[in-house]
């Protein structure tokens, strides 16, 4: 929409409102203010809800991987073959071998549950989930038969554990004696302490060599599961499927979509939901500008009357009601992105701040599962929300500027 010299001065002077007409400033400030909050909020939210889903994700997969091969009974006797099988299936880009196991723990009296995984050393060291995790120790010190092991951060502070330490581990497995099963217990040097960011994982990790994990448990030379990374997650079926039809009888491949589905099923309906609702702030934002243009159009109708005697075109006065509507979306919405940007900035001093003020810890990660506030920006959502809430404004302006085109000068000036 080009204006020319005449159409842009005339814009110009009905964005600022002259005196005696502060109400329809008033008005079009509530508009844009309305347009900036509306755009920042969605931005924001959508940004968190993507950072949420893809910080999961990624911490999830990268302890769990795309997919697990589990044996019946919790045992894979043949586990070298079975990982070989799956490096060979065309789509898979690793398989490494697992235990897990359900035990207890005990520090110095105190007693937590845990989660033993037992891994090879180079899967522990090279894993990129715990890469740049460490907070004390090292992962290097973990090596079969030195009887060390890493644990979760939250699982330390719950033990009171430090590096160092002796933890205990109580696993029901143990010998059997005229009185009953005697629980096995075996006491390992806590080598590391990491903090992936996933409160679960932090709180009930205990990270060791595969083959003390096999000694602790009692499962001579088998292991528990294996875990296999494919070249897309959202592929992951189709690509394991001929995998998953020749381990028939010997194991079950489940994939991440099946073990987590339910909260990331419900991170998508939230998001969707978030979506939606937001956006009525910004609908609510144009129909102000909708307000601010017909009284800006009433106040005006001798001023349009005069312009039309003296030879506006009505396509003039139509674009320049136009311009005036659109610029104030479109300076709202420039503004609703730099509050965003700012805001997603410093999303987790402000957390803390508010934290600070009101005396209430907002980001639990008992609750919120990740340790902090995350933050994802999809350039193709910002650009729908630009979109919309330009758009939103350009078709909200049309009925006041049709209006303005549409003046009369012969009714509105037979009388002055």
Do not use: C
């Amino acid at each position: 929409m080009i204006l020319n010299r005449y159409e842009r001065m005339i814009a110009k002077r009905y964005l600022l409102p002259g005196k005696g007409e502060g109400i329809i400033a008033v008005v079009a400030g509530f508009s844009l203010a309305g347009v900036m909050l509306g755009v920042a909020a969605l931005i924001i939210v959508m940004s968190v809800m993507n950072g949420f889903r893809a910080e999961l994700f990624d911490k999830v997969v990268g302890l769990n991987g795309h997919a697990v091969i589990q044996g019946y009974g919790g045992r894979l006797p043949d586990w070298r073959q079975i990982v070989e099988q799956a490096k060979a299936t065309p789509g898979v880009t690793s398989a490494v071998p697992l235990i897990e196991q359900p035990l207890m723990a005990s520090y110095e009296g105190r007693v937590d549950g845990i989660l033993v995984r037992g891994m090879q050393r180079q899967d522990i060291i090279q894993n990129p989930t715990l890469q740049g995790k460490v907070l004390a120790g090292s992962l290097e010190d973990l090596r079969p038969g030195a009887e060390k092991v890493a644990i979760g951060a939250r699982l330390a502070e719950s033990l009171g554990a430090s590096v160092g330490g002796q933890i205990s581990l109580i696993s029901p497995q143990g010998r059997t004696t005229p009185f009953g099963t005697v629980p096995r217990i075996v006491s390992y040097q806590v080598g590391a302490i990491f903090e992936v960011g996933v409160y679960d994982f932090d709180k009930v990790f205990v990270l060791m060599p595969i083959e003390d994990a096999q000694t602790l448990l009692m499962l001579d030379d088998s292991v528990g599961m294996v875990e296999v990374e494919t070249v897309d997650a959202d592929a992951v079926g189709e690509i394991l499927a001929p995998l998953a039809v020749s381990l028939t009888g010997q194991a079950v491949v489940s994939d991440w979509r099946s073990t987590n589905s339910a909260i990331f099923e419900a991170l998508s309906v939230e998001r969707v939901a978030m979506f939606v609702i937001l956006s009525l702030i910004i609908l609510v934002a144009v129909f102000n500008i909708l307000s601010s243009l017909i009284m800006l159009v009433r106040a005006k109708t001798r001023d349009i009357a005069i312009l039309r005697t003296m030879g506006a075109s009505r396509r003039a006065l139509l674009k320049i009601f136009l311009t005036v509507g659109v610029s104030i979306g479109t300076l709202g919405t420039l503004a609703g992105l730099v509050l965003a940007a700012i805001a997603l900035y410093f999303r987790q001093p402000m957390v803390n701040f508010v934290q600070y003020v009101t005396g209430q810890n907002l980001w639990d990660p008992s609750v919120r599962i990740l340790t902090d506030l995350p933050s994802k920006t999809d350039p193709i959502e910002v650009f729908a929300v630009v979109a919309m809430a330009i758009g939103a404004s350009f078709l909200f302006t049309l009925y006041p500027a049709y209006k303005a085109a549409s003046t009369d000068p012969v009714q509105v000036l037979r009388y002055e």
